[in-house]
């Protein structure tokens, strides 16, 4: 059973700090990696994807990607208490197909 | 005009009934999915279709059969449904089945959901 782990929190963080989101998964062949952004009652949205090793920035958010880790974390810069939300990690599964497995995702407070 | 559509947004039936979730998507993508999330907020892949040809059917019991009667729309039926069946159920779509690393063709669109209760 291929897994992804993430912290379910919740994680509290004040205004304008940096916020730090991790997920391990198991499948070491797996090569995609997503983060989605959930509010309470609503659907997922995509907020960033990662497929190499490093950083990947766009905006206030960076994602990173250690493969030899089996770990992915997504930083938010500068969070805001619209970002409160649950942030959901998917692995994508090794071979050309979009087939995700979800972590539990992990819910954020950022308190003014 | 919203993206991908979901109809009903709530369903409420006994166990044993038969009920059907519509799904449509107005992006023009060739692959739609449907995902189930559970109470504790785990989402799970059920199925995705490309072109309305089955692609993944995530051993999901037989009693979920979804249809695509054309590459727009993508409706899951559930026969004699079952307590464990209450979840919220989201239909996605996206331009294509396969993962390229564009941002154009591997984002998601999710539909709002329907909140299926078993009583």
């Known amino acids: 059973q291929k897994e992804v782990e993430q912290n379910s929190g919740p994680l509290s963080v004040p205004e304008g700090a940096i916020a730090s989101l991790n997920c391990t998964y198991s499948d070491r062949g797996s090569q995609s990696f997503f983060w989605y952004r959930q509010y309470s009652g609503k659907s997922p949205e995509l907020i960033m994807f990662?497929?190499?090793?490093g950083d990947k920035e766009d905006g206030r958010f960076t994602a990173q990607l250690n493969k030899a880790s089996q770990y992915v974390s997504l930083l938010i810069r500068d969070s805001q208490p619209s970002d409160s939300a649950t942030y959901l990690c998917a692995v994508n599964r090794s071979g050309g197909s979009y087939i995700p497995t979800f972590g539990r995702g992990t819910s954020l407070i950022v308190h003014p | 005009d919203t993206a991908v559509s979901q109809t009903p947004k709530y369903l409420v039936t006994q166990m044993g009934n038969d009920k059907s979730i519509k799904c449509e998507q107005n992006l023009g993508h060739d692959t739609m999915y449907w995902y189930k999330q559970d109470s504790k907020k785990f989402l799970k892949i059920m199925f995705s279709y490309n072109n309305k040809e089955l692609i993944i059917n995530e051993t999901v019991p037989n009693r979920f059969s979804p249809k695509s009667p054309d590459k727009a729309h993508l409706n899951l039926h559930i026969n004699s449904l079952e307590l464990g069946d209450s979840a919220v159920y989201f239909c996605?779509?996206?331009?294509?089945?396969?993962?390229?690393?564009?941002?154009?063709?591997?984002?998601?669109?999710f539909g709002p959901g329907t909140r299926l209760t078993v009583l």
């Open positions: 996605a779509s996206s331009q294509d089945h396969r993962v390229t690393g564009t941002s154009s063709t591997d984002t998601q669109y």
């Open positions: 990662i497929y190499s090793n």
